[in-house]
């Protein structure tokens, strides 16, 4: 019997369980589907706030010397921080803004947070391993990998994301269909290279997040009028002497009919659309109605699928498998806390493993406990990042409240 512990997916939620097993002296594997770290893009910057003492709890207490140079958008800052404004797209009005104390929050660049995680296991990465599928018994669990090569021990761990192959053969195909739900979102985001002056007329902050919700004129044709607006500082490149600013921008609005068009195969089409977006509904001086309409006509727009899938009893159904992360619980990112969660179920499961390893549970007990937290924290979460979506795409009411009253 292999009392190693093996954990499918090197993403957020697999690489800082793979530290705290490490820190533990716990036996472990990691198998990643990418073909190497930089094959594919990690995505845009998250941010890491009420999860900071669970990865701490995760990393030895050095790794965090200099971790904001090490993983912030804005390596420039030593301290970290993030201010927030909501904004009232028509007007420009702020409706709340908040600004968190040094040291409590980070902004971080998916990539460098992700090497800063891996750095400390990357000899245990096995690269280029797809998942087929698994098989448990009552002594270990063995996952069998496309390329016709397996891995067993004694735990294995899904951390394989939103569309996870182990949580697919966990739940049952039908089943995991049943549960993930695409929200009828449309959603679209782009990076694109800005002048400091551009990005000093949004804020004089690189850490400073900008939500912004308005109305569309009557003329346009999609029935829900209310769009939502996402703006943030990707990265800081001095090499760029005339545009050193990353920027992240995204649009999106509620379209059930399916009125927006799929834009497949046409990203000029697809831009020109979240330019006439910014034309009906920002202000002519508005400096993120100019953000969107100086976007060079051949930057890549990414369309977004948002999946969200709330975990169920279900999951406690193996003995010897468990998920963490969005394999788990993927939820919108409307609310900012699926990368939060997904590090706080990598220390809490961490902690279960402990034991378990030791002898102080049983593989069932040690699961039955990380389950028995994280399942209604992960309801919550998945719900509460559901109605945040809603309310911003769907109750323009509430936002005007939130102004008023703000």
Not at 124 to 148: A, C, L, M, P, R
Request: hydrophobic content about 35%; charged content about 25%.
């Amino acid at each position: 019997m292999s009392n190693k512990i093996i954990i499918v997916g090197a993403g957020l939620s697999g690489l800082t369980l793979a530290n705290s097993l490490k820190k533990q002296g716990i036996p472990f594997e990691i198998y990643e589907r990418e073909a190497s770290f930089d094959a594919r893009a990690q995505g845009w910057s998250i941010s890491i706030h009420f999860a900071l003492e669970a990865l701490k709890q995760c990393v030895p207490e050095k790794e965090f010397e200099n971790f904001s140079q090490k993983v912030s958008v804005n390596q420039e800052s030593k301290d970290g921080g993030m201010s927030f404004s909501f904004i009232h797209a028509n007007t420009g009005a702020v409706g709340m803004s908040n600004t968190s104390k040094p040291g409590t929050s980070y902004r971080v660049h998916r990539s460098r947070f992700r090497n800063w995680l891996l750095s400390q296991v990357q000899e245990h990465v096995h690269w280029n391993k797809k998942v087929d599928h698994y098989q448990e018994d009552s002594n270990e669990v063995t996952v069998f990998f496309q390329d016709g090569t397996q891995a067993t021990g004694s735990i294995l761990v899904g951390a394989d994301g939103v569309m996870s192959p182990i949580a697919r053969q966990l739940l049952g195909p039908e089943k995991f269909d049943e549960l993930t739900n695409i929200l009828d979102v449309r959603a679209f985001g782009v990076l694109r290279w800005a002048t400091e002056e551009e990005w000093n007329k949004i804020s004089k902050e690189p850490t400073h997040l900008c939500v912004l919700n308005g109305q569309q004129m009557e003329d346009d044709d999609i029935k829900h009028k209310t769009f939502n607006m996402f703006c943030s500082i990707h990265d800081i490149d001095r090499s760029r002497a005339d545009t050193p600013y990353q920027v992240f921008w995204s649009l999106s609005r509620y379209d059930p009919e399916g009125v927006i068009p799929k834009f497949e195969d046409d990203n000029t089409a697809c831009l020109e659309l979240m330019k006439a977006w910014a034309r009906n509904g920002f202000p002519a001086d508005s400096p993120f109605r100019q953000l969107i309409l100086d976007t060079p006509q051949d930057t890549k727009v990414t369309p977004l699928v948002i999946r969200e899938r709330s975990p169920t009893a279900e999951l406690t159904a193996a003995h010897r498998v468990v998920l963490i992360g969005d394999s788990a619980h993927p939820m919108t990112m409307f609310k900012g806390e699926g990368g939060n969660h997904a590090i706080v179920d990598a220390a809490k499961l961490a902690v279960q493993l402990g034991e378990y390893y030791h002898n102080t549970k049983s593989n069932e007990k040690a699961l039955s406990d990380y389950y028995e937290e994280m399942i209604p924290r992960g309801q919550k979460a998945v719900k509460e990042s559901h109605d945040a979506a809603m309310m911003v795409h769907c109750n323009p009411e509430i936002m005007t409240k939130m102004f008023k009253t703000a």
